[in-house]
């Protein structure tokens, strides 16, 4: 089995989304662009990207946003370097498809009292539905290792959510552990590094915004 040497987590810029919550009422949340900023932040992380990948191959797997596949174009990757497949199963939460603001901001605040990972939207997921459909990936991607000649890198561009669960199914957290951590920042990476004994690393951990506060033993 070829493992890569290093698993890229990266997500998205800024979005429209993520500027102005009302928009999520005049356009799709899969049709949100970037704004000027995410890509700028995008480009900056393109830059670190070039320097950790240098002239090795990678295997890119895209979540079918646009604004997932416009952070994707402002790395300004060697198209002869990588291999790029969309793959839906790394998209955003789905909460609803027309979302009037203020009933997402209530159902967010009934996310916050109720759990964020078994806590599902109206008309949309829970984050346990997510990490269902990101474990049926990892799956994928573990028998894409089975190749001999698999690219040395991966690179996931997604979203906040789906990175921190694809870290939790990888690592085998908890949910308490998982309720604890914030978010990534936009176009931030995290990076899984293959060592020496054969086990991956994470490069720095997600900011936590609490303690974790497990129910049994296992936390």
Partial sequence: MARPRRIVLVRHGESTGNVDDTVYEREPDHALALTARGRQQAEETGKRLREVFGRERVSVYVSPYRRTHETLRAFHLDHELIRVREEPRLREQDWGNWQDRDDVRL???????????????????????????????????????????????????????????????????????????????????????????????LDRPFERWRDPEPYGITG
């Fill in 107 to 201: 159902q967010k605040s009934y996310r916050d009292a109720y759990g964020h990972f078994f806590y599902r939207f109206a008309q949309g997921e829970s984050g346990a539905d997510v990490y269902d459909r990101v474990g049926n990936f990892l799956e994928s991607l573990f028998r894409s290792f089975e190749a001999p000649d698999h690219p040395p890198n991966v690179l996931l561009v997604t979203h906040g959510l789906a990175m921190r669960l694809f870290c939790m199914r990888w690592f085998h957290w908890t949910v308490a552990e998982f309720e604890s951590l914030s978010n990534p920042g936009n176009a931030e990476m995290r990076m899984l590094v293959l060592g020496d004994d054969g086990k991956y690393t």
